[in-house]
């Protein structure tokens, strides 16, 4: 089966494994319990050890990336933030977050690092929160008095679909997920401590003798020799086929446990697609499979021991090294490795954060030359314009390298690409025209797309460089399909943008004795609607042509389909009423204004329906802004209307009065 495949099955069962995994957490609970125990501060890691963590690689979510990466938004799921701080008021980034997690939990325990949006979360649950905020972030043992009251509750609420879930219910089932997520990884050593000794074991004493109690990773070494104790060969040594309750007891508790990290590749010989290994996965295919585990039981060995050494730093940063190559080397020769320290680039050079900062600034300069005109505003706001243009698609360019993909491939990416588009095609109209509108507008798209991408990242929390599900998994029709229509996308939106100065531009008098203004704006919209409109269509087949390479069928009349057919049949409709005359400069801005609404209805609307076949693009939690979004373009349209309307009444009463004879020709 392929990694894709498994992924799949994954997120097909998540309701009912997610449900499972409470439980056996739940049943876990004294030693989750034991590990909170309060204690004393510990010396903090140096800066080359966490370096070193954070280049690591690990498997998570279908993929094999940086371990600063995971630590990144398993925070910020948590945390709402990338940052934690500890109760002595020390900040703490999410690789040493993370190690705390690992190496010492009974501290970790004590961040306050899970965020409880409404209080009323803990009034169900039973727990005070006197002194603090409505919204306030809670530490573990300040959850774990109503830890079993929680996963109670969340495994009820799971069980209604999410987008019918009111804001208490969601935050209950999200909070019990960071509970479950938080101990899964804080459990990786209690797994490697719980070993069995000889003088509580038969089969231990037989092999390590009466009074040793080995460790993890030594009992794993000598897997093949413990092996007939468990039931599954005819043992040697004549304690009959049944083998030894004790050991077989053991090894299955931590064969099927599911805490700890997939820190290790697996052995020489695995198939491409096969999943690394987490402690207990290394101990489920060492006692019970038949793999050769030679080299992931010498790396957990090396893992095991630095949990001894947490208290030695230059000890700890030697032994983690050797850690380090030994992962590397295995992750080299699965070709697996290359990308991670790219991405560890990626993310420490907050691209698209910095993007964001130069287009604020630039749309200030162009504020202030619009206050001030000068010779100098113009350059200055196309350098800076240009300057964030090249941080965005310095960003996509480099997420297209680490994920191997075209630009566009999730709804994240989406806003990138048409960010970029959008300003890219408003930089070409300003060098064509030359009337500062288009350079203005590329700097407020810039800034209000990189904001909505980084909003979008805050309110998911989760990594934006997933596996993609099976559909999605061509790089031939996303290279072809999902960019030219997104082309299209970016295209009416930036039309839409300039229908917006000239309604607002007409009704707060913005040049209103330059007639040449708004025509031009006018030529411009027009221009940007012929663009989308040629993208959209060849987008829109292009999608047919692959839905019926995937499901056999050209068009089913999907939401996301009609989504992108009322695109294309909206802007046909504008450019012929335009053509015939139905329509001028204020209409065209004014059905430009309407066609944006109707981009972003197929391009985020129909993704809260969660039906068709495209519903994997279901995203939570932005429902208000879009409405928000509708009624602000409501109000321009209205606003736009009454102008429009009054405008004429005027024109008319001056044609009237035109008409009048004058008072010579009276009498």
């Known amino acids: 089966m392929s990694r894709n495949a498994r992924a799949e099955g994954r997120e097909g069962g998540r309701a009912g494994g997610w449900r499972a995994i409470l439980l056996v957490l739940a049943l876990a ?9 309060p204690a004393e501060s510990h010396a903090r890691w140096n800066r080359e050890t966490v370096d070193l963590f954070a280049r690591l690689p690990v498997q998570e979510g279908g993929r ?3 371990l600063s990466t995971f630590a990144s938004f398993t925070l910020l799921a948590l945390n709402g933030r990338r940052g934690c701080t500890t109760p002595e008021g020390v900040r703490l980034e999410p690789t040493e977050w993370l190690m705390d997690c690992l190496f010492w939990p009974e501290h970790a325990s004590l961040y306050s690092c899970f965020l409880v949006q409404d209080t009323q979360a803990l009034d169900d649950l039973g727990l005070a929160h006197e002194g603090k905020s409505r919204r306030d972030r809670y530490s573990y043992t300040d959850l774990l008095p109503a830890r079993g009251k929680l996963f109670e509750l969340a495994s009820q609420y799971d069980r209604i679909e999410a987008k019918l879930r009111n804001s208490v219910q969601g935050q209950v089932v999200n909070l019990a997920h960071n509970v479950m997520q938080f101990e899964s990884i804080t459990s990786s050593f209690y797994v490697l401590r719980s070993t069995p000794a000889g003088a509580d074991c038969a089969a231990i004493a037989r092999v390590f003798g009466k009074d040793a109690r080995p460790s993890f990773s030594g009992i794993l070494a000598r897997a093949a020799e413990l092996r007939p104790y468990l039931g599954m060969a005819d043992d040697p040594h004549g304690s009959g086929a049944s083998g030894d309750p004790v050991l077989r007891g053991w090894a299955e ?8 990290l997939a820190l290790f590749p697996p052995p020489p010989g695995a198939a491409a697609d096969a999943e690394w290994l987490t402690p207990g996965g290394v101990a489920a295919e060492a006692l019970f499979g038949g793999a050769d585990m030679k080299q992931p039981v010498e790396t957990l060995a090396e893992f095991e021991l630095l949990f001894r050494l947490r208290g030695d730093a230059t000890a700890f940063g030697a032994r983690a090294e050797s850690f380090r190559d030994r992962v590397v080397a295995a992750a080299r020769a699965r070709g697996e490795y290359d990308k991670i320290p790219l991405e560890v680039a990626f993310y420490r050079g907050q691209f698209f954060y910095y993007a964001q900062v130069v287009f604020v600034f630039a749309f200030l300069i162009a504020a202030f030359g619009w206050i001030k005109p000068t010779k100098l505003v113009p350059r200055l706001t196309t350098g800076t314009v240009a300057l964030g243009t090249l941080l965005l698609v310095a960003g996509i360019t480099m ?4 994920r191997g993909r075209p630009p566009v491939s999730t709804l994240y990416e989406s806003i990138l690409f048409i960010t970029a588009v959008s300003v890219i095609a408003s930089m070409v109209a300003e060098w064509i025209n030359r009337q500062g509108i288009a350079l203005t507008l590329s700097t407020i798209l810039g800034a209000g797309g990189m904001f909505l991408a980084n909003r979008y990242e805050m309110q998911e929390a989760v990594d934006t460089m997933p596996s993609l599900v099976a559909v999605l998994d061509t790089n031939f029709w996303l290279a072809s399909h999902v960019t030219t229509v997104t082309i299209g996308y970016g295209a009416g939106l930036l039309a839409g943008a300039i229908g917006h100065v000239t309604i607002l531009g007409r009704i707060f008098g913005l040049k209103r004795n330059e007639p040449s203004f708004y025509r031009t ?6 221009g940007m609607l012929c663009f989308g409109l040629l993208f959209s269509v060849v987008g829109t087949v292009l999608g047919g042509i692959w839905a019926n390479d995937s499901w056999g069928r050209f068009w089913g009349w999907d939401p996301k389909e009609n989504g992108a057919l009322a695109i294309v049949l909206w802007e046909l409709i504008v450019l012929h009423a335009r053509k015939g005359g139905y329509i001028r400069d204020h209409g065209i801005a004014m059905c430009s204004v309407f066609g944006a609404a109707v981009v972003a209805s197929s391009w985020w609307g129909v993704n809260l329906l969660g039906v068709g076949l495209h519903s ?8 208000l802004t879009l409405i928000g979004y509708y009624v602000f373009e409501a109000l321009v349209l209205v606003a736009g209307g009454v102008a429009w309307y009054l405008k004429r009444g005027a024109g008319d009463s001056a044609v009237a009065a035109r008409m009048l004879p004058g008072p010579e020709k009276v009498g």
Do not use: D
Not at 29 to 37: D, G, H, N, T, W
Not at 253 to 260: D, K, N, T, W
């Open 64 to 66: 094999v990336k940086p």
């Open 399 to 402: 997420r297209c390298i680490i």
């Open 253 to 260: 508790e931590v064969a099927g446990s599911p805490g700890g």
């Open 521 to 526: 704006l006018a030529s411009m919209t027009y």
């Open 29 to 37: 609970a004294p030693a989750f319990a034991e590990e909170s125990r």
């Open 616 to 623: 994997y693009g279901f995203t939570s939690g932005i429902l």
